[in-house]
């Protein structure tokens, strides 16, 4: 029972080039989410999906998109990544719409 | 806007004394707070959690107190011990539709022997 993983752990990319962060859970969760975080700005939520077929943006939308591939999956793609979008991300997954949130090991991301 | 606010950065407290940990929130739609804990390098796991129909919930060496009218938690841990020394966040739910955690800032919690 692994619970959250996410790959790849670290990476660097350069302006401009895309990505996909890849996240996927063990626990028959309905709901997973994504955030991000910075230096003293907290835990932002970018996007989640509340079922799997359904996501929504979160409070950072801006410059990602999601996609639910199925109940266990759930990735995040930088189209164009920016260096504004340098952070430690962090996918999560819950079994019921609120309350607590399992997240996994993070992912460091480095736009130059 | 924050609605969820953790005030202060860091916090220091000696091995063996009370830690308290502080949060503030704006919105009166909130009825459902958690206390994640964070180690560095790691995601957040979760620590302890308290509805509003309660004032205090308590497990082991944590406690979590709510104070609606105030609207401000707090989380107690007692004794303080220097594996407690990690970053806090307080989140909060409200059961609008569908509803999703609200993060403060998190404290670093720095425990000494």
């Known amino acids: 029972n692994a619970g959250v993983t996410q790959t790849p752990k670290f990476q660097v990319l350069k302006t401009g080039q895309s990505m996909t962060l890849q996240c996927a859970q063990d626990m028959n969760h309905n709901s997973m989410y994504w955030y991000r975080q910075d230096p003293g700005m907290g835990l932002r939520l970018i996007y989640y999906s509340a079922s799997e077929g359904t996501t929504d943006k979160g409070e950072v939308p801006n410059g990602y998109n999601v996609s639910r591939l199925n109940k266990r999956e759930f990735s995040l793609r930088l189209e164009s990544a920016a260096p504004s979008q340098t952070s430690v991300y962090f996918c999560?997954?819950?079994?019921?719409?609120?309350?607590?949130?399992?997240f996994g090991p993070g992912t460091r991301l480095t736009v130059l | 806007d924050q609605q969820v606010k953790q005030n202060s950065p860091s916090l220091s407290v000696q091995e063996g004394r009370i830690s308290i940990l502080n949060c503030d929130y704006t919105?009166?739609?909130?009825?459902?707070f958690l206390w994640y804990k964070k180690y560095p390098a790691e995601g957040p796991t979760f620590l302890i959690s308290i509805s509003s129909i309660k004032d205090k919930n308590e497990d082991g060496r944590f406690t979590v107190f709510l104070n609606k009218s105030a609207k401000h938690l707090s989380l107690h841990i007692v004794p303080s011990q220097p594996g407690d020394s990690a970053v806090y966040f307080c989140a909060a739910s409200d059961y609008s539709g569908y509803s999703t955690l609200t993060f403060g800032k998190g404290t670093m919690l720095l425990v000494s022997p």
């Open positions: 999560a997954s819950s079994e019921a719409p609120r309350g607590e949130q399992f």
């Open positions: 919105n009166s739609m909130f009825d459902y």
